[in-house]
Structure formats: structure tokens, C-alpha cells
């Protein structure tokens, strides 16, 4: 329960309807999407910059955790309020304030949904690239705080390059602006990229400067089937040094693949690895031709079947086995983790031949799919969250995978964040003197510790 003076306070601040501590509201603010829970003694819906600032002001002088929000899809925990304390939901602030296709720039508020942005350049034939699969409701506040990727990572990047500049709350309410409308600025401390990526530890982000691209007009489909994982691994580097960048090259594992024909009736080949390229342009010509580039690297690795898509309706059902991935392996147990890590393009078969072992050596069920052109795989734990030892058993998976992950070189996630999951994993991946570093920016610009504390080891 908030104490009542403060209550009084951030209603004041917010107004009546814009407060809640409802057992509902409550109970819905202590979850993300991931195993993780813990409940706050209240929420708030905030409509400007100014109550953002008017309710940290309050927070830092009485020392009370804030926790940003945006839709509350995380898989890690960062939304996730560890130490109680007001949820600040920013899903109110919604509104796309500028686009510009003369600067090629969108402005939005934090809390306006991934997909709205798209829908909205789309009338311009332009996207804002990162394409989380979660688009449909994660908000571009969210997506700033974890610095969200997607399918199409390994040709256009991740949130962090597309965000030239920010106004973001600091702890104690003082409002900041950081980078420019200009397309590039190498003045001062690069601050925009400090708060990419921070989940909510170092400031509330409450309006975002966005580079957009023109949207590409044409694209080319296909697919390969492999017996031997090495052959696909081959694969995979050679097309990333060929020349050319395909916009989706993504990996499905054997253990996926028979879960999806377990469960639809998709009938796919039971192999070690599916691949699925795409390439992208303005003209059929040039995507065809990167794409033939793809297929001739298919080739000269023994795949057992290559398909190219003739149309789009045979392009989506290639793209069929690879979307379905998530929810069908969701479905197959009580619980499940979905692991992030992320290695060197050379060392994407290694990471999939190391996380069959683990799956062996502690009795667990790990599928594997995601993007192996960034080299972002996606092992999806499934154990039951009820059987004590199978937890146990999903723990000491998880630990391996990450110490196979630091051991290839690669780090512990390149899409999902620290967040409360990770956190004990920090020092496997980051030395003392970086690991003090964060924590000297953290103590340095959050003395009183108010904003998600408890995230990303930085408690020391
Ligand atoms: C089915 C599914 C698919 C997913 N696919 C992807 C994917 O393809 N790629 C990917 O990267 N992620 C993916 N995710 C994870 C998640 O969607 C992303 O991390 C997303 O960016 C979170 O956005 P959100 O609005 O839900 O943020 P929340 O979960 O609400 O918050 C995430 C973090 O951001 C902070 N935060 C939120 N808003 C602000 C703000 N305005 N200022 C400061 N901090 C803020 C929070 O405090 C928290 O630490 C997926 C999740 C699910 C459930």
C-alpha cells in the first residue's frame, strides 16, 4: 500500500483517474513477459513530460522505486517492479509528434506503439527498420530502453542505430535533451546511446528523435534444408562475407522442426537446420539477383533440399515454419525460457551443436531458432515450472548457455536485456573495471538508487 500522503501527492500530480493501487492494476504491473514477478504499491498513467519530472521530484525526495512501463512485454524482468514502489506507465503518452520525410526523421512520444509508427510512415512508403517480433504492441519507449532488434538485424541493425536523439527525466526530475535532428553529431559524450539500452536505470524517456528509411519496394524468398549443422553454419558465414547483406537470414534447429510438425501440418523435413533468406531492394532484379548469390552459397554446402518462392503467396509459405517457431514451442510445456544469446557469425553452428549438448547433459528440452545473420539465436528452454527439479534443471541449462555464449566469443543477449534474469550473468560477460564503471554512471546519475533498482547487477 502507498503511503497516503504520498498517494495524495502523485494524485495531484497525475489526477484521480490517472492513479492506481486496484488489486487488478497491481497484480497486472507485477508482471513482464518473462517467469518473473513482484508487485508495486502503485501505478501511474502520465500524460507529459512535466508530471514525469513532478513525479520523480516526489520519488527521489522520499526515496521510492519508479519502475517505467511501457506495454510490459520484457522477457527478462526489467519492467518488473524488484523492490515494489510506483509503476510509471508511459503507454498514455502516445502520440507520433512529427514526421518528416525531408529530414527522414520521425518524432514520437515513448509510449506509442512499434506497429502505429509503421502504419504511419507506410502512407510515405517508409519504415522504421528494427521490426521487434513483439511490434504489434511494445512500445518505441520500450523499445529505446532495451535496445529492441528483430528479424532484420543482421542488414539494418538494431533501435540504437536509428535514435538521434532523446529528451529523457533524470532521478531527480530535471529534463534533458540529448543529440540533434542531424543525421549525424559527434558533439560531446554520445548521451542518446547511454540511455538505448539502459531499461529504465538511468533516466524516463519521454520523446524520441527517430532516423527512418524508405521502405524497400522488392523482395526475394527462399529456403535450405540441412542435414549436417556444420554444412548450414558454412552457409551462413559465407553469405555474411559474400557481398552481398540479405535482410533475413534466420536458422530453425532440428528440435524446432519436429515441434512444428508436432504441432501443425506444416510437414517440414526433419533435418539438423532450415534456413530462410530474404533479400531486399527497389527492383526485382536486384533482389533476385542477391538472392542468387544465397542459393549458389546453398548449393556448395550439401543442403538437402534449396526452394526458391515464385510468388508471394509461396514466399509467405516458406516464411510460415519460421513465424509459427515461438508459439508452437510455447504450447509444449507448462514454462518456458527464451534465451537471447548472441556469438560471432563464424561460430553459429558451434552455438547450436553447444546448446544440443546442454540439452543432453541436463535432461531438458531446448529448441532452437532466430537469426543467424546477426547470430542471435533464440534457445527456448521448456521445462515445467511446477517440478522442482526440472526448474533446477532449466537453471543450470540457462547458466551453461551463457558461459558457451562468453566462451565463443558472443555475448548473453542481443535482443531481450539484463533485467532481473541475467543480472547474476553480468561479470561472466563484463570485467570488474567495466562492471564498476556502470555502476559509478548508475550511482552518479541515480544517487538515491529510485529508478528500477535491482536490474542489471548494478547494486554491485
Ligand atoms: C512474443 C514476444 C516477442 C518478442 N520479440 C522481440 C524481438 O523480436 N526483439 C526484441 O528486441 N525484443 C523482443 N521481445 C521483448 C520485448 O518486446 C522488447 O524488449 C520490447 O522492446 C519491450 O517493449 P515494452 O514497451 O513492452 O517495454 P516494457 O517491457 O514495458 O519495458 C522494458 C524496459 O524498458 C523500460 N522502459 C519502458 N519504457 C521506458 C521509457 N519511456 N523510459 C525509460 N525506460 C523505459 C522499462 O523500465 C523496462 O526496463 C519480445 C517479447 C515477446 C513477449
Not at 513477459?33 to 520523480?56: D, F, K, M, N, Y
Not at 510509471?88 to 506509442?112: C, F, T, W, Y
Not at 504489434?136 to 532495451?146: D, E, F, I, S, Y
Request: with cysteine; hydrophobic share 40%; charged share 20%.
Amino acid at each position: 500500500m502507498m503511503d497516503k500522503k504520498i498517494k495524495e501527492a502523485l494524485i495531484h500530480i497525475v489526477g484521480e483517474k490517472n492513479y492506481t493501487d486496484s488489486l487488478i492494476d497491481i497484480v497486472s504491473y507485477s508482471y513482464d513477459a518473462s517467469e518473473h514477478s513482484h508487485r508495486p504499491s502503485c501505478g501511474v498513467w502520465a500524460e507529459s513530460t512535466e508530471q514525469v519530472s513532478e513525479i520523480l521530484k516526489l520519488a527521489n525526495r522520499k526515496g521510492i522505486p519508479v519502475i517505467p512501463r511501457g506495454a510490459g512485454t520484457g522477457l527478462s524482468g526489467m519492467a518488473v517492479p524488484a523492490k515494489g514502489g510506483i509503476v510509471l506507465d508511459l503507454s498514455h503518452m502516445n502520440k507520433i509528434l512529427k514526421i518528416s520525410i525531408e529530414d527522414r526523421l520521425a518524432i514520437v512520444q515513448p509510449g506509442v506503439v512499434y506497429a502505429a509508427l509503421e502504419k504511419a510512415l507506410a502512407l510515405d512508403g517508409f519504415f522504421f527498420p528494427p521490426d521487434p517480433a513483439s511490434g504489434k504492441v511494445a512500445t518505441l519507449g520500450g523499445n529505446v530502453a532495451t535496445n529492441a532488434g528483430g528479424v532484420k538485424g543482421a542488414k539494418y541493425g538494431t533501435t540504437r542505430d536509428y535514435v538521434l536523439g532523446l529528451q529523457v527525466v533524470l532521478p531527480d526530475g530535471q529534463i534533458m535533451r540529448t543529440g540533434s535532428k542531424a543525421m549525424k553529431s559527434v558533439s560531446g559524450y554520445d548521451l542518446t546511446r547511454l540511455f538505448v539500452g539502459s531499461e529504465g536505470t538511468l533516466g524516463v524517456v519521454t520523446e524520441i528523435t527517430l532516423k527512418i528509411n524508405p521502405n524497400p519496394t522488392a523482395t526475394s524468398t527462399a529456403m535450405a534444408t540441412f542435414d549436417d549443422l556444420a554444412d548450414a553454419g558454412r552457409a551462413v558465414s559465407q553469405i555474411m562475407y559474400s557481398g552481398i547483406i540479405p535482410s533475413v537470414l534466420e536458422i530453425l534447429g532440428r528440435q524446432t522442426i519436429v515441434a512444428i510438425n508436432q504441432n501443425t501440418d506444416l510437414e517440414l523435413p526433419e533435418v539438423d537446420a532450415m534456413l530462410l533468406a530474404e533479400t531486399d531492394g527497389y527492383t526485382q532484379q536486384e533482389t533476385d539477383f542477391q538472392m542468387q548469390k544465397v542459393i549458389d552459397i546453398f548449393r556448395r554446402n550439401n543442403p538437402k533440399e534449396v526452394k526458391q518462392a515464385g510468388s508471394e503467396k509461396e514466399a509467405e509459405d516458406l516464411w510460415k515454419a519460421r513465424k509459427s517457431a515461438y508459439a508452437v514451442l510455447a504450447r509444449i510445456k507448462t514454462h518456458f525460457v527464451l534465451e537471447d544469446v548472441t556469438v560471432p557469425m563464424a561460430r553459429v553452428a558451434d552455438l547450436l551443436k553447444g546448446v544440443e549438448a546442454i540439452a543432453e547433459k541436463h535432461g531438458i528440452q531446448i529448441a532452437t531458432f532466430g537469426h543467424a545473420g546477426d547470430g542471435n539465436l533464440h534457445p527456448q528452454i521448456l521445462y515445467d515450472g511446477y517440478d522442482p527439479d526440472q526448474v533446477k534443471r532449466m537453471e543450470a541449462a540457462s547458466a551453461d548457455l551463457f558461459q558457451l555464449a562468453i566462451d565463443l566469443g558472443g555475448t548473453l543477449t542481443g535482443e531481450h536485456g539484463i533485467g532481473l534474469s541475467k543480472a547474476p550473468y553480468m561479470t561472466l560477460e563484463h570485467d570488474a573495471v567495466a562492471m564498476d564503471v556502470m555502476r559509478s554512471i548508475k550511482k552518479m546519475m541515480d544517487p538515491n538508487n529510485i529508478l528500477n533498482p535491482g536490474k542489471m547487477a548494478l547494486e554491485g
